[in-house]
């Protein structure tokens, strides 16, 4: 009588696609043949495990979070004190393993079978313990998500879990600091190609040494930084005023002190309560005009139509010089 | 109502007016090839049956036997038992020609039987039929749980694979001992 074991790879293949992603998992329990098998499938061959959201906090534990789309939500626990692992009130011990490399390997358990593309990725490594390496380090795959927040207070944090994510189908980044207050560079983070393709970012932190070339082709931005100078701030204007790329842009400065050298570029400003305003023509549209808006020490460019244009203001006309 | 009455009724006559223009087409002898599994029963199969299967399909083609040559060489399947094999040839001859349906309800619902019906469904490369019994297969265990998975498919636990692997090493060792003892004996 013929065995399921012995069947030719080719069969249990063919009779692994017809089963969901559950299923899968469930196989994988049943045997260390049936495990080996399932591992070195070759992805394409594996169902999609439709997840929309994964989020992993990484404090004392590991919390990995991963929701479905029916909002069913599944949690592990790795705890470090005890060693073990908690799922729908199953605790396992871990014995010899280390929880990160536990962590990881579900994760990329999971990821294995996620083929289309999340809507949400949390990673907050605010109560991370210096200590502790980031899991994603030995993550051996990319993620595809829509959205991604990042929680972290450095940043090596940040890029510990940026690069893991697949740039082609990543939109918006959010990356948020554990305290308002923190200062964190960026020179790493505006070099990757998930930076450089974004559609939008929040940058929550303040953020160190800006270059106003690696926030000119973000669609949609907001950093806050230390400060901005006048000529930077006319060089955003020119693209906004050409580009139909571009969206919005806000920047959040400690503090700004070059509005008479604005004025001297733009001329005087249009001024409403503690706000000033200027107004400038696109080059493709007539519909639409673009504004800055300057509240110290905050300021941002976006569009408006011309009728939302504050009375006795001046449009400037496009000029290209 | 009445109108889709009408509808219905123009439509069919359709049917039949197309039915005989196929029946009319010139048909080519059909010709036919044997075969055997373990049991030696022979059966008689048309080459057009036998089109599901990859495997004899390339046998035959280009052959060019006669009837009696046909009849005097039937194929043998060895590794097919006599009942997996003649369900294999009901298969063939009831989906002869035919566009293959998209489900086979049809299947052995005994698990050893669909198994074995799977060995030789691959060996012979029927690919729908391997499709079918696949998904029989898998539909078996979907949502079942791991102990459940391995009483239906028949798996044994590691534990006992291990133990079964032990004591056919131990088994190859005594064998290995007694070969070596024999040929230490016979060298004295």
């Known amino acids: ?321 | 109502m009445s109108s889709t009455e009408q509808g219905t009724s123009s439509a069919a006559p359709a049917e039949p007016t197309t039915a005989p223009e196929s029946a009319a087409a010139p048909e080519v002898p059909e010709s036919f090839y044997y075969v055997h599994g373990k049991d030696k029963v022979v059966h008689k199969v048309s080459a057009g049956a036998l089109q599901h299967s990859a495997l004899i399909h390339g046998m035959i083609s280009n052959l060019g036997y006669t009837e009696e040559q046909a009849k005097a060489n039937p194929f043998p399947f060895e590794n097919i038992d006599g009942d997996i094999l003649q369900m294999v040839v009901d298969w063939c001859n009831q989906h002869k020609g035919k566009p293959t349906p998209p489900e086979d309800t049809n299947l052995p619902k005994q698990k050893e039987k669909l198994f074995d019906l799977v060995l030789a469904v691959n060996y012979l490369e029927i690919k729908e039929l391997l499709t079918y019994c696949c998904k029989q297969v898998a539909m078996m265990v979907k949502g079942k749980s791991p102990e459940e998975i391995r009483e239906i498919w028949m798996i044994p636990t590691d534990a006992e694979d291990e133990a079964a692997e032990k004591e056919a090493k131990k088994r190859a060792g005594k064998e290995a001992a007694g070969e070596t003892a024999a040929a230490a004996g016979d060298a004295k």
């Open chain 1, 1 to 321: 009588m013929a065995s399921i074991i012995e069947m030719p790879e080719l069969v249990l293949d063919q009779i692994i696609e017809f089963l969901d992603f559950k299923s899968v998992l469930t196989l994988r329990q049943v045997c260390r043949d049936f495990r080996n098998f399932i591992d070195d499938l070759k992805v394409s061959k594996l169902p999609d495990s439709r997840f929309t959201e994964i989020g992993m906090k990484v404090d004392k534990d590991i919390c990995l979070r991963i929701e479905d789309q029916d909002r069913h939500q599944y949690k592990f626990i790795y705890s470090e004190i005890e060693n073990s692992r908690s799922f729908n009130g199953k605790t396992t011990t871990l014995g010899n393993w280390n929880i990160v490399d536990v962590a990881v390997r579900d994760l990329e358990l999971v990821l294995k079978f996620q083929k289309s593309t999340l809507s949400w990725s949390n990673f907050d490594l605010e109560d991370c313990p210096l200590s502790k390496e980031s899991p994603f380090k030995k993550l051996n795959r990319t993620i595809k998500t829509k959205n991604l927040v990042i929680i972290s207070d450095s940043q090596s944090g940040f890029m510990s879990i940026l690069p893991f994510f697949d740039s082609k189908t990543l939109e918006d980044i959010y990356l948020n600091p554990t305290n308002e207050e923190m200062q964190i560079g960026i020179d790493e983070i505006v070099k990757t190609e998930q930076w450089r393709n974004a559609k939008k970012i929040h940058c929550n932190f303040h953020a160190l040494n800006v270059k106003v070339e690696d926030i000119c082709h973000l669609p949609r931005v907001i950093v806050r930084t230390e400060s901005i100078s006048a000529r930077d701030l006319d060089f955003l204007k020119k693209i906004f005023i050409t580009s139909s790329k571009l969206k919005y842009c806000d920047l959040r400065m400690r503090n700004f002190e070059e509005k008479e050298e604005l004025c001297n570029l733009w001329g005087p400003a249009f001024i409403s309560g503690s706000s000033s305003y200027w107004y400038f023509r696109l080059k493709d549209s007539n519909k639409n005009i673009l504004v800055f808006r300057l509240r110290e020490p905050s300021l941002g460019y976006f569009f408006t139509k011309s009728n939302f244009v504050w009375n006795g203001a001046i449009v400037h006309d496009y000029n290209e010089n």
